[in-house]
């Protein structure tokens, strides 16, 4: 655990550094890839993580950048229960037919397509 804190303080520090989109989209999906864990998620909060990542928001110009943010975000706001029963009421939703995929913005090229695709990986 206590080299998951020290990965964590060197991807703050990246973070909040002037960094090209290629680092910076690197050190996201590190941080996305740590933070799975909740306890890991709630050191990235403690550490300052989320006031470098907001800060970024207006300066970066990287492509993903609000994917990847809304994916840290959402593991510091939702423990793994939480996750587990939004998902499971989207499935099915979906699957039964009630609704349609684009009903959740879930079109093939959107983000959140994206972001559901991975949610499912992650509980698998």
Known sequence: SSDIAACLTICIHLISQSTDNVTLATV???????TRDYQSSCTFLRMGGVKKLLSLSHKSGLVEFD?????????IAEDKSS???A?????????TGQ??????????????????HYIIRTLA
């Open 67 to 75: 994917t990847l943010a809304i994916l840290l975000l959402r593991h």
């Open 83 to 85: 996750i587990e029963t």
């Open 99 to 116: 609704t349609s995929n684009a009903s959740y913005g879930a079109t093939i090229d959107s983000s959140m397509a994206k972001e559901i």
């Open 28 to 34: 996201l999906r590190l941080c996305l890839r740590i």
């Open 87 to 95: 998902m499971e009421s989207v499935i099915r939703s979906v699957v």
